[in-house]
């Protein structure tokens, strides 16, 4: 059987049930493609083939004899390079973790080893997950399927491209302020930002602890509910995660209320983006959903408070990079101080330094209460608007990025203009709130993929893939992009 | 807000060679820009999610990674320790 490759993960699952193919063949027709095809798109930074092989094997000795088997038995996916996985490298994309080796698993990991899965690489990032482009790794530069001369999007760039170019089903991406969904959009596939603290954080490494989410990337729904089914719940390791059990998802809005915001639609966006969304949003509006019009007045401070929160907890989280006792250590230095210094210096790149630089400066003395605690206060009235709002709707409509993918370099030199692209979505990660891009077409002047955005209640996953799954059906299917 | 990138270097533990710092003053003042526009606004902001406290696991004795295991990614090891440059003159 050619092409195993391209199956959907519940197509393989089905395959692998009736032992009409094993796991060791689909690996072997994943690796293929992905030794074809990676030159072109660099979705990663390690590959994983011979355990992979090997881990296949095992799965498929263990169907042989009849053994239970996990939800994801012997199906093929990679994870973003800021997750460990004991035994390989966990980069970041940074010179500073350019050769770390993960000493132990992450949950996520752990999970999905539980679950049988095959992990066959490490994807790609945006160094230490700062940027919406993919354009800041140090290491491989991932390239949007669609037109290898544009940006893939992050920062979860690997992982989208991976899934966009048909290497792998699916893989584990990470949002802090819309790394999976923005690189979902991007591409044309679909990538859900579970709520804060339904999918363990520990053993990934931080960017924004209190923004940060683990969560699946697919080319279709059902995929990406199989994905985030076998990574969802309470762990003991990180505090905020919640008995939470997936109640799974329908297929029908009839009778559902959908709230659209009209400051998500302002000039910033793109009347081609504009001009999908408001398609997507009229056909679900004739699979029988409610369309409501809301208002979320807040939104045009929720830039300032997230960067501000952002680089605070980045400039934190990222102290810890000192070359001591692990990382990147500068040479030829004299003192301790010039340890630190050069580590740093050299081991981080522009972006990783600006953000440090400007967490540094709103939590410096004299700056911390007009800056930090407001940018607090910002936040708890952003969440209070959602909150309000759900009361009169169900889930939420917006567009998942303001425009679409751009040519490599267009914008670097603005980083100002770059994180103003990151506008839609970084409002549910200062709520804490699940959001999901789904594809809905290209935009009319350059073809590439176009994606709107569910957003809804907390721990209500169940309605933001309900919502997907019925529009997914009422287009007939996303398209894949032959790569 | 202007930002002295030198001294903002300076306590982010950041040394910026001297032909750069223009440039970063530049990037740097735009995002400042970006995020300088708060509006007034009073109140007591809490740190935490009051509706999702977090659960804290039993403090109990189980076993971690071994020593091997963190040195394994330390940039110089000996007799088991990490060894780091002199911080007394």
Same mark, same amino acid.
């Given at each position: 059987?050619?092409?195993?490759?391209?199956?959907?993960?519940?197509?393989?699952?089905?395959?692998?049930?009736?032992?009409?193919?094993?796991?060791?063949?689909?690996?072997?027709?994943?690796?293929?493609?992905?030794?074809?095809?990676?030159?072109?798109?660099?979705?990663?930074?390690?590959?994983?083939?011979?355990?992979?092989?090997?881990?296949?094997?095992?799965?498929?000795?263990?169907?042989?004899?009849?053994?239970?088997?996990?939800?994801?038995?012997?199906?093929?996916?990679?994870?973003?390079?800021?997750?460990?996985?004991?035994?390989?490298?966990?980069?970041?994309?940074?010179?500073?973790?350019?050769?770390?080796?993960?000493?132990?698993?992450?949950?996520?990991?752990?999970?999905?080893?539980?679950?049988?899965?095959?992990?066959?690489?490490?994807?790609?990032?945006?160094?230490?997950?700062?940027?919406?482009?993919?354009?800041?790794?140090?290491?491989?530069?991932?390239?949007?399927?669609?037109?290898?001369?544009?940006?893939?999007?992050?920062?979860?760039?690997?992982?989208?491209?991976?899934?966009?170019?048909?290497?792998?089903?699916?893989?584990?991406?990470?949002?802090?302020?819309?790394?999976?969904?923005?690189?979902?959009?991007?591409?044309?596939?679909?990538?859900?930002?579970?709520?804060?603290?339904?999918?363990?954080?520990?053993?990934?490494?931080?960017?924004?602890?209190?923004?940060?989410?683990?969560?699946?990337?697919?080319?279709?729904?059902?995929?990406?509910?199989?994905?985030?089914?076998?990574?969802?719940?309470?762990?003991?390791?990180?505090?905020?995660?919640?008995?939470?059990?997936?109640?799974?998802?329908?297929?029908?809005?009839?009778?559902?209320?959908?709230?659209?915001?009209?400051?998500?639609?302002?000039?910033?966006?793109?009347?081609?983006?504009?001009?999908?969304?408001?398609?997507?949003?009229?056909?679900?509006?004739?699979?029988?959903?409610?369309?409501?019009?809301?208002?979320?007045?807040?939104?045009?401070?929720?830039?300032?408070?997230?960067?501000?929160?952002?680089?605070?907890?980045?400039?934190?989280?990222?102290?810890?990079?000192?070359?001591?006792?692990?990382?990147?250590?500068?040479?030829?230095?004299?003192?301790?101080?010039?340890?630190?210094?050069?580590?740093?210096?050299?081991?981080?790149?522009?972006?990783?330094?600006?953000?440090?630089?400007?967490?540094?400066?709103?939590?410096?003395?004299?700056?911390?209460?007009?800056?930090?605690?407001?940018?607090?206060?910002?936040?708890?009235?952003?969440?209070?608007?959602?909150?309000?709002?759900?009361?009169?709707?169900?889930?939420?409509?917006?567009?998942?990025?303001?425009?679409?993918?751009?040519?490599?370099?267009?914008?670097?030199?603005?980083?100002?203009?770059?994180?103003?692209?990151?506008?839609?979505?970084?409002?549910?990660?200062?709520?804490?709130?699940?959001?999901?891009?789904?594809?809905?077409?290209?935009?009319?002047?350059?073809?590439?993929?176009?994606?709107?955005?569910?957003?809804?209640?907390?721990?209500?996953?169940?309605?933001?893939?309900?919502?997907?799954?019925?529009?997914?059906?009422?287009?007939?299917?996303?398209?894949?992009?032959?790569? | 807000?202007?930002?002295?990138?030198?001294?903002?270097?300076?306590?982010?533990?950041?040394?910026?060679?001297?032909?750069?710092?223009?440039?970063?003053?530049?990037?740097?003042?735009?995002?400042?820009?970006?995020?300088?526009? #708060?509006?007034?606004? $009073?109140?007591? %902001?809490? /740190?935490?999610?009051?509706?999702?406290? @977090?659960? #804290?696991?039993?403090? $109990?004795?189980? %076993?971690? /990674?071994?020593?091997?295991?963190?040195? @394994?990614?330390?940039?110089?090891?000996?007799?088991?320790?990490?060894?780091?440059?002199?911080?007394?003159?």
């Amino acid at each position: 059987m050619d092409k195993l490759y391209s199956l959907s993960a519940k197509s393989m699952k089905e395959l692998l049930d009736k032992k009409e193919v094993s796991s060791v063949e689909i690996t072997k027709s994943v690796i293929e493609r992905i030794e074809k095809t990676d030159k072109d798109v660099c979705a990663y930074n390690s590959y994983n083939f011979e355990n992979a092989l090997k881990n296949a094997a095992a799965i498929d000795e263990k169907r042989a004899k009849g053994e239970t088997l996990g939800a994801l038995a012997g199906i093929p996916l990679a994870v973003k390079d800021n997750i460990h996985v004991k035994g390989l490298k966990t980069t970041c994309s940074s010179r500073m973790l350019e050769n770390f080796v993960a000493p132990f698993n992450a949950t996520v990991t752990e999970k999905l080893n539980a679950s049988d899965a095959i992990i066959v690489g490490k994807t790609t990032m945006d160094e230490f997950a700062m940027g919406s482009s993919g354009e800041s790794s140090k290491l491989a530069v991932a390239k949007n399927p669609w037109d290898t001369s544009r940006i893939p999007g992050g920062s979860s760039s690997g992982s989208a491209v991976t899934v966009a170019a048909s290497q792998v089903p699916f893989a584990m991406g990470t949002d802090t302020g819309g790394s999976i969904r923005m690189p979902a959009a991007y591409t044309g596939i679909v990538g859900l930002k579970p709520t804060y603290g339904t999918v363990s954080r520990y053993g990934i490494i931080p960017l924004a602890s209190s923004f940060d989410q683990a969560g699946p990337m697919a080319r279709n729904v059902d995929d990406l509910a199989m994905l985030f089914n076998a990574v969802c719940g309470r762990d003991k390791m990180d505090a905020v995660t919640k008995n939470y059990t997936f109640e799974g998802y329908g297929d029908s809005v009839k009778g559902m209320k959908i709230g659209v915001p009209k400051e998500y639609y302002g000039e910033g966006v793109q009347p081609a983006v504009k001009e999908r969304v408001y398609a997507a949003i009229e056909t679900l509006k004739c699979q029988g959903a409610e369309i409501i019009e809301i208002s979320l007045p807040s939104t045009e401070y929720a830039l300032a408070a997230y960067y501000i929160i952002q680089c605070a907890e980045a400039a934190s989280n990222l102290g810890r990079y000192d070359g001591l006792r692990y990382g990147f250590r500068g040479s030829n230095t004299s003192n301790v101080e010039d340890l630190y210094l050069t580590t740093r210096s050299e081991g981080f790149g522009d972006e990783v330094k600006r953000r440090i630089m400007l967490g540094t400066c709103v939590l410096s003395s004299g700056y911390s209460d007009a800056y930090y605690k407001r940018a607090k206060l910002l936040q708890q009235n952003i969440a209070k608007e959602f909150t309000d709002a759900f009361k009169t709707c169900d889930v939420i409509i917006t567009p998942s990025i303001a425009l679409t993918a751009w040519k490599f370099g267009e914008k670097s030199g603005n980083p100002a203009e770059v994180y103003a692209a990151d506008i839609c979505t970084i409002t549910l990660n200062i709520a804490g709130l699940p959001g999901m891009s789904v594809p809905c077409g290209f935009d009319s002047t350059n073809n590439m993929p176009v994606g709107f955005q569910v957003i809804g209640k907390k721990f209500r996953e169940s309605d933001v893939l309900t919502v997907a799954k019925c529009y997914e059906n009422a287009v007939g299917g996303f398209a894949v992009k032959e790569f | 807000m202007k930002i002295d990138i030198r001294h903002i270097a300076k306590l982010s533990k950041l040394s910026i060679p001297e032909d750069q710092i223009e440039r970063f003053e530049k990037e740097m003042q735009s995002i400042i820009q970006l995020v300088e526009n #708060l509006p007034e606004i $009073e109140g007591k %902001a809490t /740190a935490v999610d009051t509706e999702n406290t @977090m659960e #804290l696991r039993a403090d $109990e004795v189980v %076993a971690s /990674a071994s020593r091997e295991d963190m040195l @394994m990614n330390a940039p110089q090891v000996a007799a088991g320790c990490i060894v780091m440059p002199k911080v007394v003159e």
